[in-house]
């Protein structure tokens, strides 16, 4: 288990996400404190740290270029549908959780998508 | 709308009002530019088969997404899907006749019937037809269906419609369309109204003119003149380039507004 010993901002991958939504999607992510408490949710729900998780979604072959992981991914999917349907009784409420998750995913360069959610 | 502006205004819509149904008749227009395109030996290498996004059952929609296009395919209301049709060749022989009856091919540039039947047929399309494999013939084809594609897309913005090519699983189609054996997939191109402004942040970045085409020789850039972009940025071919400044903004709104991540 990849406990968590520091703050999550300190985490490379949190670092990377940030640095995603200032400059990609045009977000302060600090503005929005529920972020961080949703990814801090996930990664006690996970007992894995930011930078695990992320690495959970990869394969790492010594001497290979790091490839996506069909299956870590896969079941990464599956564990943010079960964490956005432990969310509040209001559908958009629940998408956000799910998706505050797959953002930070997504920025750290793993394929996830939901489709619409309206 | 004028040529111009028509061509500066196409770009690639990634989100669509998905609920809005798009008028049959303006598929239509889109599939009457397509045929009408330029296309080798006067054979349409181009088919394709218009499906409406709510009469696909929901397993195969989610089967068709790729990485790269799973979202626009579930926006999107009408899904065009394109295939090259390599029997097309077959019947290239009597097509070229056609043409000289007709008065496009002349003896003015050595063509006849018989130039058609003992040498062009024999000495350059039958090894084509016969080879469907090979690279170059690949290629030509998919030119072919290219530009028929480019001038339905063209079509679809003159009628105020985004569009998107856009790449699918092409197995997870055919249960539904039953596409022949000896079509080959190539993209299906999604069509809607538009969610986002037309504008979708701004023309895309591209290579100046002069890094990508030469005049003479290879490495001597084909030279812009100036006073004729600014005829073309008055026409409106060429636009605003992206970002816009409030792209940034519309496409917070957009996540917002379909539940979609940031
Ligand atoms: C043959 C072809 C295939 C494409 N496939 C995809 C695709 O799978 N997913 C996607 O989002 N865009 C796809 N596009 C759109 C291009 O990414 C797009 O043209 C590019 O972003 C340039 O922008 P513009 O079309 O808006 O000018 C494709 C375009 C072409 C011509």
């Not at chain 2, 209301?77 to 029997?87: C, G, K, N, R, S």
Request: net charge neutral; hydrophobic share 45%; aromatic share 8%.
């Amino acid at each position: 288990m990849a406990s968590i010993d520091k703050p999550l901002e300190e985490y490379d991958s949190v670092k990377i996400w940030y640095q995603g939504l200032r400059e990609q999607s045009g977000v302060e992510p600090t503005e929005d404190k529920s972020r961080l408490e949703l990814l801090a949710e996930f990664c006690a729900t996970l007992e894995l740290d930011p930078d695990a998780i992320v690495a959970a979604c990869l394969l790492r072959k010594e001497g290979k270029e790091t490839k996506i992981s069909i299956k870590g991914r896969r079941s990464m999917a599956e564990r943010i549908t079960d964490f956005q349907a432990k969310g509040g009784a209001e559908g958009r409420e629940q998408a956000k959780r799910g998706n505050t998750i797959r953002s930070f995913l997504i920025h750290n360069g793993i394929l996830l998508q939901s489709g619409i959610q309206i | 709308m004028e040529f111009k502006e028509v061509v500066g205004r196409r770009r690639s819509i990634r989100y669509f009002q998905s609920w809005r149904k798009v008028e049959r008749e303006k598929i239509q227009i889109m599939l009457e530019a397509a045929r009408l395109a330029s296309c080798a030996v006067n054979a349409t290498f181009l088919k394709a088969i218009v499906v409406i996004r709510d009469n696909i059952p929901r397993e195969t929609l989610d089967a068709l997404k790729t990485p790269v296009s799973a979202l626009t395919i579930e926006l999107a209301p009408v899904h065009i899907y394109t295939y090259v049709d390599m029997a097309a060749y077959k019947g290239a022989q009597a097509r070229l006749k056609k043409l000289v009856d007709v008065g496009a091919l002349n003896a003015t540039h050595g063509w006849s019937h018989k130039f058609v039947d003992e040498f062009v047929w024999p000495n350059i399309l039958k090894p084509l037809a016969d080879n469907p494999n090979l690279a170059s013939v690949a290629a030509s084809a998919a030119s072919d269906a290219g530009i028929a594609i480019c001038q339905a897309m063209l079509a679809g913005v003159d009628e105020g419609l985004g569009v998107c090519l856009t790449a699918f699983q092409h197995d997870a189609i055919n249960k539904l369309v039953k596409a022949p054996k000896e079509w080959i997939p190539l993209f299906v191109l999604l069509v809607g109204y538009p969610a986002e402004s037309w504008e979708a942040g701004g023309q895309r970045p591209r290579p100046p003119l002069e890094e990508i085409f030469f005049e003479g020789e290879y490495g001597k850039p084909f030279k812009a003149d100036p006073k004729v972009t600014e005829q073309m940025k008055a026409a409106k071919m060429i636009q605003a380039p992206a970002p816009l400044p409030w792209r940034k903004e519309e496409i917070k709104a957009l996540a917002r507004m379909f539940g979609l991540p940031e």
